[in-house]
């Protein structure tokens, strides 16, 4: 499985973007990047998912490079609802692994 | 959407009693499903992965015979914690995927306090 590497905190400001990156320098050409998030105490919350083009949902984007060695999720319009633990997953066959995550911290 | 509900939110027991927490795909049929575990401040670790109507497959370093999974249909597996001790404390989540290009749907996770 693919290694993924986040900052391990981040801020931002309500009402702002918030932009996650994520390194996944070793992943292989059929590794999907997956980004889920945890709010304390509770069970990961998916956010959204993608192969090679970008995506967006409802909830944010994914920009994914095209050598596909790192991505960025975008959160729109942070609240202070989204501090969470980001965490941002390289899939291989049909396990998530999780590493460390990012905390993000919406502050008003 | 997918949803799965996972029970007991909060479980103590006992040192020495097992504990079966259950968990359920509620509108989706999971062809397989994972259990993890996590210590306060980690991350999610996964325990073991497991497909209807076979043996899961345990991640290495975690003891099958202490952690006893068990997935006999497609919207029910269960995960029983054997002769539980202090150190079994931990936050336990499970995953569910259904058949496709399914997303992968957490449960809300199971507390356990070994006292």
């Known amino acids: 499985d693919a290694k993924t590497t986040q900052p391990p905190s981040m801020d931002c400001a309500e009402g702002r973007a918030a932009n996650l990156p994520c390194n996944h320098s070793?992943?292989?050409?059929?590794?999907?990047v997956y980004w889920y998030r945890q709010i304390h105490s509770q069970g990961p919350q998916y956010i959204i998912h993608?192969?090679?083009n970008n995506e967006t949902n409802e909830m944010a984007s994914l920009i994914i490079t095209e050598d596909r060695k790192s991505s960025t999720l975008i959160l729109p319009h942070a609240t202070l609802r989204d501090t969470a633990v980001y965490y941002c997953?390289?899939?291989?066959?049909?396990?998530?692994?999780f590493g460390a995550g990012t905390i993000l911290r919406v502050k008003s | 959407g997918a949803v799965v509900s996972q029970h007991p939110s909060r479980v103590i027991c006992k040192s020495g009693t097992s504990v079966k927490i259950e968990c359920r795909s509620l509108?989706?049929?999971?062809?397989?499903m994972f259990w993890y575990r996590q210590f306060p401040k980690q991350s999610l670790m996964l325990m073991a992965t497991?497909?209807?109507?076979?043996?899961?497959?345990?991640e290495q370093g975690v003891e099958k015979d202490k952690f006893l999974i068990n997935h006999a249909s497609l919207t029910l597996s269960t995960l029983t914690v054997t002769s539980a001790h202090p150190e079994d404390s931990s936050f336990y989540i499970c995953?569910?995927?259904?058949?496709?290009?399914?997303?992968?749907?957490f449960g809300s996770g199971t507390r356990l306090t070994v006292v």
């Open positions: 997953i390289a899939r291989y066959g049909n396990k998530l692994v």
């Open positions: 070793t992943i292989s050409g059929n590794e999907y």
């Open positions: 995953s569910a995927r259904g058949p496709g290009d399914y997303g992968y749907t």
């Open positions: 993608g192969l090679k």
């Open positions: 509108d989706f049929q999971a062809t397989t």
């Open positions: 497991s497909n209807e109507g076979s043996k899961a497959t345990y």
